[in-house]
């Protein structure tokens, strides 16, 4: 019995208990995605945004400068009016009497609602013997800044918030302001290449400009929008409801050609990148390994494409070069282009086309002025003969137009 406990003792002390394997270690994490072009289409496929969007994805605080341009456009007219005293000199003779000194011109006279002639040019109108006679540049400067009338003032400043808040919402103040007023600017020195000695302003060639910018936005990112063909139709309706509008008297078309060309150059330089940003975030969660800045850099270089915005700033430098030193010159196009009139005025029974000096035959009695047109003979009989000579001509040019 002894010794068959013994073996059992001893058989047991070579009983090992092995313990189980250790699980093998877990695979390498995949190495990241490698970043191709392919990657930034799909992005800008998948992340496609509507041209005139709701204001819930754009900033709403930066919408200033044009709230600037916006008043100072109303000042300026409010200005012109008040020297154009339509109660005074024109003896009452204008329209909504009840305006007092603020009343307009006669529709025959001016079918914008706005001053007579002689007032745009006081106030700073295009004319051209003022630039090349008297050199009076400092019109370039004013003729962007009045209003015809306040039809013109109205459908201008509506056209200018529609589209510059949305690009300003879009691009921000600065790249906005500078676009608004080099458009201004050369679409004034176009006009004054064409300007005859009817005053004309233009205060549209930098409402212009900003179709002309916005244009080039939806070009330039036409991957990016969805309703492209509704915005281009928008852009057209605005556009032509101010070129008609530019056929009318005192208002000038020629500014609004040379502020779109400028605009539509100037927003391939200026306007390079919208919603950059918001795409690159949103987009963010989808990749790791910080694929969100290469993501971000390559859309960026696919929105800004350097060759075309170097190109388009040295063309619109050689035209704004051009223009400036034809203006000095003195250079009329008209003289070269007799058909292009037609571009900026369309013949009517209350006024002419034709670029022509009018004078009167001028007779007081019995307290009546009495207007005789040389040229075609109409004349008018005026109650009064207290009236200033620039009043002369503008009553004079009424009746032989």
């Known amino acids: ?86 109660w005074t000199n024109s003896h009452q003779d204008c329209a909504l009497k009840v305006l007092g000194r603020l009343s307009f011109q006669p529709l025959s006279e001016n079918p914008l609602l706005g001053p007579s002639s002689s007032t745009l040019g006081e106030m700073g109108a295009l004319q051209r013997r003022f630039l090349t006679e008297y050199h009076q540049t400092w019109r370039l400067f004013a003729f962007p800044c009045l209003h015809a009338g306040a039809i013109h003032l109205f459908i201008n400043l509506c056209s200018v918030i529609f589209i510059g808040v949305l690009l300003e919402q879009e691009f921000g103040p600065f790249r906005i302001g500078v676009l608004y007023i080099l458009s201004a600017f050369v679409g004034t020195l176009v006009a004054a290449l064409f300007v005859k000695n009817s005053p004309v302003v233009g205060s549209s060639g930098a409402l212009y400009g900003l179709i002309g910018a916005m244009l080039s936005v939806l070009i330039r990112n036409w991957k ?112 070269y282009c007799r058909w292009c009139q037609y571009i900026d005025c369309v013949p009517f029974k209350w006024w002419s086309c034709t670029d022509k000096s009018s004078s009167c035959e001028t007779m007081i009695s019995n307290e009546q002025l009495t207007l005789t047109c040389m040229s075609n003979g109409n004349f008018r009989v005026f109650p009064f003969t207290n009236i200033s000579q620039a009043r002369i001509e503008d009553l004079c040019n009424l009746i032989c137009s």
């Open 1 to 86: 019995m002894a010794e068959d406990t013994t073996s059992n003792s001893k058989f047991q002390t070579h009983i090992e208990i092995k313990a189980p394997p250790p699980p093998p270690p877990p695979p390498p994490p995949p190495p990241p995605p490698p970043f191709t072009s392919g990657l930034a289409d799909t992005t800008l496929n998948q992340r496609r945004i509507s041209f005139f969007g709701s204001r819930s994805r754009r900033r709403t605080g930066d919408t200033w400068i044009i709230s600037v341009f916006v008043i100072f456009h109303v000042v300026a007219f409010f200005a012109t009016m008040f020297v154009n005293d339509c």
């Open 224 to 335: 990016i929008y969805t309703n492209k063909f509704e915005s281009l139709a928008s852009l057209f309706f605005v556009s032509m409801i101010n070129f008609v509008l530019g056929l009318l008297p005192y208002v000038d078309n020629f500014s609004n050609i040379g502020g779109f060309i400028s605009g539509f150059l100037l927003g391939f330089v200026l306007l390079f990148s919208p919603q950059l940003g918001e795409v690159a975030q949103n987009k963010a969660g989808l990749f790791e390994y910080g694929v969100k800045d290469s993501i971000k850099s390559k859309l960026k270089q696919k929105l800004d494409k350097p060759v075309l915005r170097s190109f388009s700033l040295l063309l619109f430098g050689l035209i704004l070069t051009g223009c400036l030193l034809a203006v000095l010159r003195g250079i009329n196009i008209n003289q």
